[in-house]
Structure formats: structure tokens, C-alpha cells
């Protein structure tokens, strides 16, 4: 049984919260007879062993239960959320999904056999081991969205070591691998996963204030909106002890100012990847970006500037892509890295660097700086070719006000100007729109593809 060691955590912690949904709180007895009736639900559906199945839920009781559920069966997980729904057709067929388990905002299951039978050669490697599986389709922000495809057995084992018990906002998704991390760390330890459906910054920090929440996962974009929105003054979040932060870079203004407002919260940075798991991480301080990652099971070196990762816990491969290990194994993360000593400092993923005439520009750099300009709520950095110079950095702005069509030309020139004074001048931003829609995706990440 490879969720033993989790029933157990649950029988010994039997009367502790376990799950808040919808403003109704589940123990561990409750989660441990549920997860144990969808075992044999599983088994009377007949979703044999190494059935591939699509759960197309969020984070809810019975999708909780029934995640455990599908791994004790050895199946092969394919979570699905609302957030992709435009692909989700596409990765239905990607991952031949032969099951699909749908839960509903009220939390009810429609189970439904296709007909369709799996033959990926990855999936015939996790039969032969008679192991679970999972499948994460990476996001497709920079390009198109790949399915790696996972043995579950080493990605349980480091949620073995017992941690810290704490009370955790499910901010990250289902079907995303730091979501996926939050749930089984929680689980795991007995803990509380305190679920949200509305991601606003308001309605999560309600959600802080009436739990207690320790711990909250989220991203830097989350951070920035939480900051702009001043949400915080409107409830009390003295229970929260953490927030840890990846997914993409932090404008270090971000991070200065978080740390100005709550000196007392502990802001920690982490890094993982839908290919490897998450990595255990240090901060320098609160206020540093320099990080140490690694812990059980990881391994790290840096070759020509870029972050490779080495991981017990890594994917047997993509469903849609050839394999990105070296041959001796190591995972190109594409992210360029500093050093200093055993930290490093995450500049940005070598794809989105611009280059202007030879020399680097990181967005996360430059967006730093102007978020610290006046009356920016948003802003996004990227490169247009340019015959010269090869590259133009450009930018795009979500005032935090309107600004009227007659003042943008007044307030684009003081930008720039505000920008001289702080940045190389090929630095500088060469064009600037403003903009009024969001910058961000389902997932709270700044959307740079297409900028």
C-alpha cells in the first residue's frame, strides 16, 4: 500500500483538521474512512492498476480522498483544473487519458470510462514497475505545454520525513506540482489544508484570518497584488508565520517592500519544477533573493551560467517532447543562475533575457525598478527585434489609477526619465505601453509569451 504511511498519519492525528472547504472543516478520521471507501469504489468501478485517469477537480474533500485513493490503486494521475480549460481537450489526448473522474463545485464525482487504451512506452514502464504515476502539463507560457509524466514512489518518499504541522492556504493548483507539494507536505504531517477558490488577495487573507493560516504558497505576483491591494489592512493575518514564493522571478523591489510591511513574517523562496519536484530551499534573509536549494535526494551544479539539476524524484520523461536530460542525467533548467558560495541568485530563464547590442538584460531587473515608479501596479518587460542594436527592451504598464490618453505621454517620459537615473541606459525601456487588462495567468504568474 503506497499511501500507508499517510493512513497512519491520519489514525494518530484522527480528531485534527484536515481539510476547510467551503467554510466546513473535515478531521482526519473523516479523510482516512473517505480515502478508504474510494479504494474500494476504485476497485468495484474496475479502474485497473496502471489505468491512466484524468481527476478534473480542484482542491476539494473528495478530490483529496481520491487522489490518495488512485495512488494506492497504482493508476496513473492526470490532474486537471478549470485553469486549463482551453487545453484541455489537447491534453486529455496528449495523456490518453482512459478514465475521466470529474468533481463539481459541490463536490460531486461523475466517473467515466473512454475509449481510449493508453500505449505510451512511459506508461508501460510504470506498469511493469506496478507504481503510480502522474502527469503535470506545464503551463505553455513560453511555449507549447509538455506532459511529463512521473513514478510516484520517489516522489512520495520525501514526504516520509516527518516536518513541521502546519495550518497551509491550498493557493497553488491541483494540477500544479507546488500544489500538488502543499497538499502531501500537509497531509503528511497533519496538518490543515485550508482550501480557496477565489484566489483574490482579499479572500485569501479572510481565509488566513479565520483558520489561523502559518503558511501560505503562493507566487510573486500574488505578493505584488497583495501589496497594491493593501488587503492586508483590512484583515488581521498576525497568524501567519510563512510565505514561500517561486514559479518566476521576484522583482527584488517586491520583495523589499513585503519585507518593510511584515518584518515579522519569514519570506522564503522556493524552487521546483514540474520535471524534478520541489526542491528543499533556504533564504539567505527575507529580504535577499540568494537562495540555497537542494536537500534529500537533489543534486545541483551550474554549466555556463544555467542551473542543472540532478533529482531522485525526477520524470521518467515527456508524453509530447524528447527527453531534456544529459546523458549522465542532469536536467537543463534553462534558468541563469549567480553563485556565491553554497547560494545562488535566480537572474531568469535564459530565453527571456534580452540582449541589446552583447550585453544582458534580466526583465526581473527592470520591472524592480519600475515598480517602484509612480502609480504602477503592474509591468512586464520583454524584447522586440530591433536591426541595430538586435533587441529593444520594451515594457507594458497596469497603472494602479487611469491614466488619461492626454497625460501618457507626460507620464511615459517621466518613467524613462525615472528609469535613467537608476539603470544602464541600454537598460532603459525603448517603448512603453499602458495597458488596462491583468498580467497575469490562472496561476498568478506574469504571462510573458507574446508581450
Known amino acids: 500500500m503506497y499511501i500507508e504511511f499517510l493512513l497512519d498519519t491520519f ?11 467551503n467554510d466546513r472543516i473535515f478531521n482526519y478520521q473523516w479523510l482516512r474512512q473517505r480515502t478508504l471507501e474510494w479504494i474500494e469504489r476504485i476497485a468495484a468501478e474496475e479502474i ?17 480522498a481520491l487522489f490518495l485513493a488512485l495512488i494506492d490503486r497504482g493508476a496513473v494521475l492526470v490532474p486537471l483544473t478549470s485553469s486549463v480549460a482551453a487545453k484541455r481537450d489537447e491534453f486529455m489526448t496528449v495523456a490518453e487519458c482512459e478514465v475521466s473522474i470529474q468533481i463539481d463545485e459541490q463536490d460531486n464525482v461523475a466517473i467515466t470510462k473512454l475509449p481510449v487504451r493508453a500505449t505510451h512506452q512511459l506508461y508501460a514502464a510504470l506498469r511493469e514497475l506496478r507504481h503510480p504515476g502522474l502527469v503535470l ?18 516522489l512520495l518518499e520525501k514526504f516520509k520525513v516527518a516536518r513541521r504541522r502546519l495550518r497551509a492556504i ?16 500537509n497531509l503528511s504531517n497533519g496538518g490543515c489544508l485550508v482550501t480557496v477558490r477565489d484566489r483574490s488577495p482579499d479572500h485569501v487573507l479572510r481565509m488566513v484570518e479565520r483558520y489561523a493560516v502559518e503558511l501560505l504558497p503562493t507566487s510573486p505576483t500574488f505578493i505584488n497584488l497583495m501589496i497594491l491591494s493593501e488587503a492586508y489592512r483590512r484583515h488581521d493575518i498576525s497568524s501567519l508565520r510563512t510565505v514561500t514564493y517561486g514559479t518566476e522571478p521576484m522583482p527584488e523591489s517586491t520583495l523589499k517592500r513585503f519585507h518593510q510591511l511584515f518584518p515579522a513574517i519569514i519570506l522564503q523562496q522556493t524552487y521546483g519544477l514540474s520535471e524534478l519536484g520541489i526542491l528543499r530551499s533556504k533564504s539567505k534573509s527575507s529580504d535577499s533573493l540568494w537562495v540555497k536549494v537542494g536537500g534529500e535526494g537533489f ?9 542543472q539539476i540532478k533529482a531522485q ?11 531534456p536530460f544529459t546523458e ?7 534558468d541563469e543562475v549567480e553563485a556565491d558560495g553554497e547560494y545562488i541568485r535566480i537572474l531568469g530563464r535564459r530565453s527571456e533575457i534580452i540582449n541589446v547590442g552583447g550585453e544582458k538584460v534580466y526583465p526581473a ?30 515594457a507594458k504598464i497596469t497603472p494602479r489609477e487611469a491614466v488619461e490618453d492626454d497625460q501618457r505621454k507626460e507620464y511615459i517620459a517621466r518613467l524613462k526619465r525615472f528609469c535613467r537615473e537608476r539603470l544602464q541606459s541600454y537598460k532603459v525601456p525603448v517603448k512603453v505601453a499602458i495597458v488596462e487588462n491583468n498580467q497575469y495567468s490562472s496561476r498568478f504568474k506574469k504571462i510573458r509569451a507574446n508581450a
Open 137 to 154: 502539463f506545464s503551463s505553455g507560457s513560453t511555449g507549447r505545454s509538455k506532459g511529463a509524466v512521473h513514478d510516484m514512489v520517489p
Open 11 to 21: 489514525r494518530n492525528n484522527a480528531e485534527a483538521d484536515a481539510i476547510v472547504w
Open 299 to 307: 543534486e545541483t551544479r551550474i554549466v555556463n551560467g544555467i542551473l
Open 365 to 394: 531587473e527592470v520591472e524592480s525598478v519600475i515598480q517602484e515608479f509612480e502609480n504602477v501596479g503592474e509591468v512586464t518587460v520583454y524584447g522586440e527585434k530591433n536591426p541595430i542594436t538586435g533587441q529593444i527592451v520594451c
Open 313 to 323: 524524484s525526477a520524470m521518467l520523461g515527456y508524453l509530447n517532447a524528447d527527453s
Open 48 to 64: 485497473a492498476e496502471g489505468a491512466v485517469v484524468a481527476l478534473e477537480a480542484d482542491f476539494s474533500p473528495n478530490a483529496v
Open 170 to 185: 491550498s493557493f497553488l493548483l491541483y494540477d500544479h506540482i507546488g500544489g500538488v507539494n502543499t497538499m502531501l507536505y
Open 328 to 334: 549522465d542525467g542532469w536536467f537543463n533548467t534553462g
